[in-house]
């Protein structure tokens, strides 16, 4: 009898974790649809007020750096850790490997900071993405099912969430499983695979419940079918990875300046929210010359370029200096939908000069330059291939992934996700010691 009682109390406690696992991916499903709701909705009103009259134009010029200085302070202030994109903090709190540096990396509170934020700095017109951030959120969110379910497999279900965050994002189900392999874990492990996999399927089929079947840039199905065509795919290739090395080793330095000069001051609050402010108004002047194009995620733009509308041959510089300026602000927004914005930009630049098709050039310079950005060629492939059902382009995507890998890795040795989570880390690891908790870094299951 007391054998039986406790196999039932052991069954009742694996249904109980299978159970909170569940509703934990399904809500990180709901949460990222209402998320990418909020967000168009916030990217509208911009658009609305910018063009309610002819000098409508010029009001970013106020709107951005004030909304700028709003972001950071919130952030530096009330939502600690919530800047930047999302992901570097995920990995962050995979190394750590102890609950208090964990919490302070991933929290609901964190999580909810994150979404408002995210969407201000999209009302004052940041080059931002929601991407990123839905990878904070989602990570957030599973490891509040795993206090809540008492799960041991913490930085496994950081993983999961993480998936099912870029998953539900985008609806590519199989970028979330390549991204969390290739990017968050860099390794390789079939009992946490089996979460992600689990977790991607369930936020997807409640983001599908919630807004049906769709593709993120539509249907592109161009393929490479004369020498120019593989002359872009070069062009793409090597092009979108020496720019994206660029953004990327630029963030690392520019981020550690920052850091150190805030540091050196008895107020370093006060000088990380002047930088905002006038990182805002950069970005508002980019803006201006660009006619609008570079504020917000670059999406319109981006499916544009996809559906073969060429942009201005500026565009993408334009829409990496906006980006930049953004990410040095530090307020919280991903890169991911400004990068694949910028790429379609250069693609568009390359098949207009090459006489090329642009449709085959946006797509091409989205692979190879958020594979120089991120430096995961596979993800890059497989999410360029989900987002635009493309599956006769799929060799050329493939090698501009390659050659844009390899060539930021030549001009870049450190990925960017990973350099930027050292603070992070850093933060989490005096935390846990704040806690009486030792911290154990490294990438354990």
Known sequence: ??????????TWRVWKMRLVFWAGAAAIGAVS????????AAQELFRSITHSSEMGFLWPLLMAPLG??????????????????????????????TTAGRESLLSIKIAAGKILLTIVGLLCGGS???????VQVGASLMLMSARIGGMAQANGLILAGSAAGISAAFNTPLAGIVFAIEEMSKTYHARVNGLVLIAVIISGLSALGMVGSYTYFGIANPGASNLADWAL????????????????????YVSRRIRRWAQTSASPLQRKVLLAGACGLGVAIIGVISGGLTYGTGYEQARGAVEGNALPLMYFVEKLLASFLTMASGIPGGIFAPSLSVGAGLGSTAASVLGSSITLGAVLGMAGYFAGVVQAPMTAF???????????????????SMLGYATSRVLSREPLYHGLSRPFEAEAIRASRAAGQKPATGHSE
């Open 68 to 97: 700028f200085i709003l972001c950071c302070y919130m952030a530096e202030r009330h939502f600690p850790a919530s800047q930047g994109s999302g992901i570097p903090q995920a990995i962050a709190a995979r190394h750590v490997g």
């Open 1 to 10: 009898m007391m054998r039986r009682s406790r196999a039932l109390g052991g």
């Open 128 to 134: 931002i993405g929601r991407e990123g951030p839905t």
């Open 33 to 40: 649809v209402g998320f990418a709701k909020a967000a168009d």
């Open 233 to 252: 795919v070069a062009v793409c290739g090597v092009g979108g990875g020496a720019a994206g090395a660029l953004f990327s080793s630029m963030s690392l």
């Open 382 to 400: 497989v999410i360029i291939m989900e987002m635009t059902a493309n599956h006769d382009g799929v060799i050329p995507i493939m090698l501009a």
